[in-house]
């Protein structure tokens, strides 16, 4: 059965929804599913913009003929050959063999290496920029190089302002059946998987988002609808998630608060950790975050980094080494280029104590602008009480260094 949601008059959406995958790029868990995201437009000719993961293809066809009603698709636009959006185009060759293509020479050279027999097809190399009319809608493509991947563009509609933005303004959580972000409570229920989204699959790039949106930036005023590959369209409050895209990218936190991620073995650094976070709320910072490394998923561990501006690195020492869990989170944060935070550190070990001077070299010598404080709680083996002091001196560091955070 076909399923499909107008956006405007003339185009609709005609993706799914995917509850059975488990792993996002076979990595990132995405336990309320993922939408695959594509649209066509009925004008003068018929437009499919980009197709979806090959486990959804045979919905995707379905929807598209049901919208089609019988017409032929004349046109695909391919703004991003990543297989979770591209997967599909050999069908679509199949189904409608005159199809003409239109992208970037990055796409068709992708499109290539994937096996697609584009070269069979009229071929429209577009860069930015450059206008194509289907009748009454002209779009207008605009490249977006490493938003994700090299080779995207986004394509923007100028008769009804739909910007078809590829993998950017996209999120975790299937649709279904919402289309618009004001038909839920976006800030509620999406936000967090749309952070998770972004800082996961796209954080590294931040520079490249931000040319990005300087870019739409320059045509605002033409943008009236934002429609992603995954994830729901916005029609109303543009700016507020633009907001939060210009926060990530620009790797400044959203919130003052502190993330407080501990690497415990038998319980001893944990509960320091918990005595931290009950020092600092009775400081007056309540707005902590408390996560055992070892049993939360690292993407959940990077979207909260994005979002606060403190982290405590608590962390036994393993093998005379960081713990490895925790090793890997400052992994993942120096690939996808955290900076800009402030670190507090816990380091127990109950012989050769090493991970917090290990942490910090780590972070010294990979992460760019990021406060280390001073203040350090160092633990043998359990937090007694003679070690009240420094228990309250880091927490009181934290508090006070907050004053320096600039959340714009
Ligand atoms: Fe959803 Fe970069 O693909």
Redesign the pocket.
Same mark, same amino acid.
């Given at each position: 059965m076909y399923n499909v949601r107008r956006i405007t008059d003339d185009i609709w959406w005609c993706g799914a929804n995917d509850h059975r995958l488990h792993l996002f790029e076979n990595i990132h868990p995405i336990p309320q599913g993922v939408s695959?995201n594509c649209y066509v437009l009925l004008d003068e000719h018929t437009v499919l913009f980009d197709t979806v993961d090959w486990s959804a293809c045979r919905q995707m066809i379905e929807n598209i003929q049901h919208v089609l009603n019988g017409r032929p698709l004349e046109y695909l636009v391919i703004n991003?050959l990543?297989p $979770? /959006?591209a997967a599909c185009i050999e069908e679509i060759l199949l189904l409608w063999p005159d199809v003409k293509l239109i992208s970037t020479e990055k796409g068709f050279m992708l499109a290539r290496q994937f096996g697609f027999t584009v070269d069979n097809q009229e071929c429209i190399t577009v860069k930015e920029g450059d206008t194509y009319s289907f009748g009454k809608h002209t779009v207008t493509f605009i490249e977006a190089p490493m938003v /994700?991947?090299p080779e995207?563009m986004v394509t923007l509609d100028l008769k009804d302002g739909v910007l078809f933005s590829? $993998?950017a303004f996209?999120s975790f959580i299937a649709n279904d059946g919402k289309m618009f972000a004001d038909e839920v409570n976006y800030e509620r229920d999406y936000l967090d998987e749309a952070r998770r989204y972004l800082t996961n699959?796209?954080g590294k790039y931040g520079p490249h988002v931000q040319l990005l949106l300087k870019k739409a930036a320059g045509v605002l005023d033409k943008i009236k609808i934002i429609a992603p590959?995954?994830g729901l369209v916005w029609r109303k409050d543009l700016m507020w998630f633009i907001d939060k895209y210009d926060h990530w990218s620009r790797y400044v936190p959203e919130e003052k608060g502190v993330l407080i991620v501990y690497a415990s073995m038998y319980g001893n650094t944990e509960s320091a950790a918990q005595a931290l976070a009950s020092r600092i709320c009775e400081k007056g910072m309540s707005n902590i975050k408390v996560c055992d490394v070892s049993n939360t998923h690292v993407s959940y561990l990077i979207a909260d980094a994005f979002k606060y501006s403190h982290i405590v690195l608590a962390s036994v020492t393993y093998n005379l080494n960081i713990y490895p869990v925790m090793f890997d989170f400052l992994d993942e944060m120096r690939m996808l280029n955290l900076q800009n935070r402030t670190i507090a550190i816990v380091e127990n070990g109950s012989w050769a104590c090493k991970s917090g001077d290990l942490m910090q070299k780590y972070i010294e010598d990979n992460m760019k602008d990021m406060t280390i404080l001073n203040e350090r709680l160092s633990l043998a083996s359990s937090l007694k009480p003679e070690k009240e002091g420094e228990l309250d001196a880091l927490a009181q560091s934290i508090v006070d260094s907050m004053k320096d955070v600039s959340t714009k």
């Open positions: 695959y991003h990543e $979770d /959006h /994700h991947w995207p590829a $993998d996209g699959i796209v590959l995954h």
